[in-house]
């Protein structure tokens, strides 16, 4: 049977994609720009079929908690946000890292700080990939471009997430959130037996049997020693997902004078801009992070004798441009482009500021 | 072939579902399509817009500065508008919210009465599908069947018996539209 290609916003199409996915439970509180996500959910009513749990709670915080509990007992579990509500789940997400609990954290980001304003934003980079929440750890981070990536890192966010233990967010904001395209969805998988559950995730708390000692899901290690071999433990972990994880997209780079580095709905602005700039014979090509941590690093540092510079274009006062700086050893010129508190630049701005900061 | 178009008015006039209705009709033919609203609190009595691409070819941008076609609804969204329509472009307004007229000679202009006879006839909730007739008769980008199995897959089932009465605000669309010269 052909698929059929269907017109959706990004939030629908993560919301489709869940229930496609097979996942156990969805656990939010509505929030702009992404509420579409819960809203499609309940629409699509999946406890009926699938028998995925849909459950507005009464906070983030309860939100994140319940994915928490829900992902201790190994299900698919997953929650939704933008940007106010993600700081209030950083404890949460600090938490499931401590105790690696997988779980798929979506953030479709707005302006800020504080509670900003409701238009797209992607300033929540920091946040993201160097912590947010408390203690060394690293969230798997990924930045879908177009409403079919919404829905293809559902699938994405989780399998990583399961394969390594540890959260996984998907970073987007709300261009690509409230944007409607083609997308085709994936084939519909059914959920998990707890059997299934049991024999995959061996440590998930779903009730002691007689031949084995009891699970315990837990952050918590008050012996500083056994504290820092867990640190160790998950510092060798993120190093083999630094190592076998990155995904990048290189556009139009083989011939390029100069790059433009941008991820999301900034990237789908900035390849608009590249085609502008090569109309009139400048030669950009576009490199864009699908995956923001673990950052690709290593492919964007055979560019730092290639091209005579570098722009990052982010829809923030500049987070991402500090790791292209490290990325290509600031051996070329690397310059940042950005609007803020929620303004979307246009093709023409990022022109303009391509041919100001770098070619002049 | 890409057509890019910017649809604006006060919000509730139905310019995101006018959109949308668009946005389906490329479907129906295979085009790439991209639909990006203004969202948030300009769509209650500020000015509401929607950006539409239809296209042969994958579409880069979202979000653009300039646009074939532009078609304002009020007045506020022709005073942000009008100069963002490319040289040899669009512009179409209803006289309607209009007070006062645009101005540019590098664009062809064209004026709907689509309000007053939407009102008029009896049938202002199809005031969107007639503006969307004028714009068609200006540049048949998608065939008329096309927006229609595009409206079908739009609207809910309960609504399909609207079908007929918005296929006639179109077609009531394609005969009121005028140039301006």
Redo the contacts between chains.
């Keep these: 049977m052909a698929e059929e290609?269907k017109?959706m916003k990004g939030n629908e199409a993560i919301a489709h994609a869940a229930i496609r996915y097979g996942v156990d439970g969805y656990f939010g509180y509505p929030i702009?720009?992404q509420s579409e996500i819960m809203e499609t959910l309940m629409d699509e009513k999946p406890w009926e079929t699938t028998g995925m749990v849909v459950l507005q709670a009464e906070s983030e915080v309860a939100a994140i908690n319940m994915v928490y509990g829900g992902a201790a007992c190994g299900k698919r579990v997953m929650t939704s946000s933008s940007s106010p509500g993600i700081s209030l789940k950083l404890e949460g997400i600090s938490y499931m890292a401590g105790a690696e609990l997988p779980g798929l954290i979506i953030n479709v980001m707005r302006g800020g700080p504080g509670l900003g304003t409701?238009?797209p934003s992607q300033a929540d980079y920091f946040q993201t990939v160097k912590g947010g929440g408390h203690g060394d750890y690293r969230l798997i981070t990924l930045a879908p471009a177009s409403v079919q990536e919404m829905a293809d890192h559902v699938a994405l966010g989780f399998d990583l997430s399961f394969k390594y233990n540890n959260p996984a967010m998907i970073l987007a904001d709300?261009?690509i959130g409230?944007?409607?395209?083609?997308v085709i969805l994936p084939e519909q998988k059914t959920r998990r037996t707890e059997e299934e559950i049991r024999k995959a995730q061996p440590w998930a708390a779903l009730g002691k049997s007689a031949d084995r000692e009891r699970n315990v899901v837990t952050s918590l290690e008050l012996d500083s020693a056994a504290m820092e071999q867990n640190n160790l433990r998950f510092q060798k972990k993120y190093k083999t997902i630094e190592e076998n994880e990155v995904l990048y997209e290189e556009l139009l780079c083989d011939d390029a004078d100069y790059l433009i580095v941008a991820f999301g709905?900034a990237s789908?602005?900035?390849?608009?801009?590249i085609?502008m700039a090569r109309n009139e014979g400048i030669k950009v090509g576009l490199f864009r992070p699908i995956t923001l941590w673990p950052y690709p690093a290593k492919a964007l540092n055979a560019y730092k004798e290639k091209v005579k510079g570098i722009l990052t274009v982010e829809l923030n006062a500049g987070q991402m441009i500090e790791d292209v700086k490290l990325a290509v050893e600031c051996k070329t010129q690397v310059e940042h482009y950005g609007r803020l508190g929620g303004i979307?630049?246009?093709?023409?701005?990022v022109l303009s500021a391509l041919k100001e900061k770098l070619i002049k | 072939m890409q057509h890019e178009i910017i649809i604006a008015g006060f919000g509730g006039q139905g310019v995101l579902s006018m959109g949308?209705i668009l946005?389906?009709s490329g479907?129906m033919e295979g085009k790439?399509?991209?639909?990006?609203?203004s969202?948030?609190?300009e769509q209650r009595g500020g000015t509401a817009n929607v950006t539409v691409i239809l296209s042969d070819e994958r579409?880069?941008?979202?979000?653009?500065?300039?646009f074939d076609i532009a078609i304002v609804l009020n007045q506020p969204s022709l005073e942000k508008f009008e100069k963002t329509v490319k040289t040899g472009g669009i512009l179409i307004y209803d006289g309607y919210g209009i007070t006062q007229k645009p101005t540019r000679k590098d664009i062809r202009i064209f004026e709907i009465d689509a309000m007053n006879t939407a009102t008029k006839e009896g049938n202002a909730k199809a005031f969107n599908m007639i503006v969307l007739g004028g714009m068609l008769k200006t540049t048949p980008m998608v065939k008329r069947e096309s927006v229609m199995a595009g409206l079908k897959?739009s609207l809910p089932e309960r609504h399909h018996k609207l079908l007929p009465m918005n296929e006639k605000a179109i077609m009531r669309g394609m005969e009121l539209i005028q140039e301006v010269k």
């Design positions: 290609v017109l702009t720009p409701i238009q709300g261009v409230q944007m409607m395209e083609k709905s789908r602005i900035s390849q608009k801009a085609q979307v630049p246009t093709p023409q701005d | 949308k946005a389906y479907l790439e399509v991209s639909w990006y609203p969202y948030g609190p579409i880069s941008s979202p979000v653009l500065n300039e897959k």
